[in-house]
């Protein structure tokens, strides 16, 4: 059995250029309950060098994802990014330490990681808190969201 016959209809597929296997085994220690599922490896080269690995299938607590080892021609932008929802500040902070961490710090809860991929870590009641105009200028101010920051905004 195919191992795509176990995965959703629809699955994000990361384009790496060849470090795919390094991104992954980073993921896996942000996100708990993450897993490698599988991998699929290239033919031995003619020259007798070891197969490398193609493609990676891993899970972030219950996300499934394909990170491919597809070289230097597409490279990750803004234009897509994954919302990590938080349910406190101490979550906030976690995963914005972890994944910022040789990466870039963006605007209102965006981040680009060390591997170029864009990620918004928002609590859960931002929507909610956004709604009051002061507390959407506080967040615009914001890199990391600060939730006591944006409901001191609200309340004012």
Not at 14 to 38: C, G, I, M, P, Q
Not at 86 to 108: F, H, P, R, T
């Amino acid at each position: 059995m195919s191992a795509l016959q176990n995965f959703p209809r629809i699955t994000p597929f990361l384009w790496f250029d060849s470090n795919a296997e390094e991104a992954v085994e980073f993921y896996l220690t942000v996100f708990k309950n993450s897993r490698r599922l599988d991998e699929l490896h290239n033919a031995d080269d003619s020259n007798g060098r070891k197969a490398k690995v193609l493609t990676i299938a891993f899970e972030l607590d219950g996300q499934k994802f394909t990170a491919l080892n597809g070289g230097p021609t597409y490279k990750f932008t803004e234009a897509v990014s994954f919302v990590v929802r938080c349910d406190s500040q101490q979550e906030v902070d976690n995963y914005w330490s972890k994944l910022s961490a040789g990466g870039q710090e963006i605007q209102c809860g965006w981040l680009k990681d060390r591997f170029g991929l864009c990620w918004q870590i928002v609590p859960a009641r931002l929507p909610e808190l956004v709604k009051n105009p002061k507390a959407m200028q506080a967040m615009l101010q914001m890199k990391k969201i600060d939730i006591a920051e944006l409901e001191r905004a609200a309340q004012s």
